[in-house]
């Protein structure tokens, strides 16, 4: 049974998983985004604010193929994570808040010289991404959801779509 806060929105790719983090300020994401990609060794390509945008986008990070993208044929796999904040109009503190959403794009490779695909995500994929989205504990997150991820409030999101 699927327990976490993650979705794919039916306008997405199949392979790429959706959640909404919840609101937090433009100082708390600077704080907190670099230091949970780097503990996952994933490498900053962008990182901006422009106005009421904030965006962060690693590098395509090379994975091995879980087992069951192994077991459709799949030998290479490479996952790339984006975090946006966009301005909620509700002030925190004296500060503009931001209502947060993390996307994590997989693609996976039959060859060394065959196009990546897109495909959707497996059930192991699947699952390996949740538990990494539930920053904090709630309601939402199974007890058995537990990543080692440091804690950031978060209001959660709708149950998974498949």
Same mark, same amino acid.
């Given at each position: 049974?699927?327990?976490? @806060? ?14 909404d983090?919840g609101?937090?300020?433009? #100082? ?7 230091r ?14 422009k #106005? ?5 986008e690693?590098?395509?990070?090379w994975?091995t &193929?879980? &087992?069951? $993208? ?5 030998l ?6 984006i975090i $946006? ?8 503190? $004296? ?16 060859? @060394?010289?065959? &196009?990546?695909?897109?495909?959707a995500?497996? $059930? ?10 539930c920053? @904090?504990?709630?309601?939402r997150?199974?007890?058995s ?5 440091p804690s950031?409030?978060?209001?959660g @999101? #709708?149950?998974?779509v498949r």
């Open positions: 049974m699927r327990t976490c @806060a993650g979705t794919r929105s039916d306008s997405e790719a199949e392979g790429i998983y959706v959640a983090l609101r937090t300020t433009a #100082g708390a994401l600077a704080e907190h985004v670099p949970i990609l780097n503990k996952y060794r994933y490498d900053m390509y962008r990182a901006e604010q #106005g009421d945008y904030i965006h962060y690693t590098e395509w990070r994975r &193929p879980l &087992p069951d $993208e192994w077991a459709l044929g799949y290479d796999a490479n996952t790339r994570i $946006e904040g966009q301005e909620s109009g509700i002030p925190l503190w $004296e500060q503009r808040r931001y209502g947060v959403r993390f996307r994590a794009e997989n693609r996976l490779g039959r060859a @060394a010289d065959a &196009p990546w695909e897109e495909p995500l497996t $059930e192991m994929r699947y699952s390996g991404l949740c538990p990494s989205t920053f @904090a504990r709630s309601s997150c199974s007890s959801s537990r990543c080692g991820t950031v409030h978060h209001s @999101a #709708g149950s998974p």
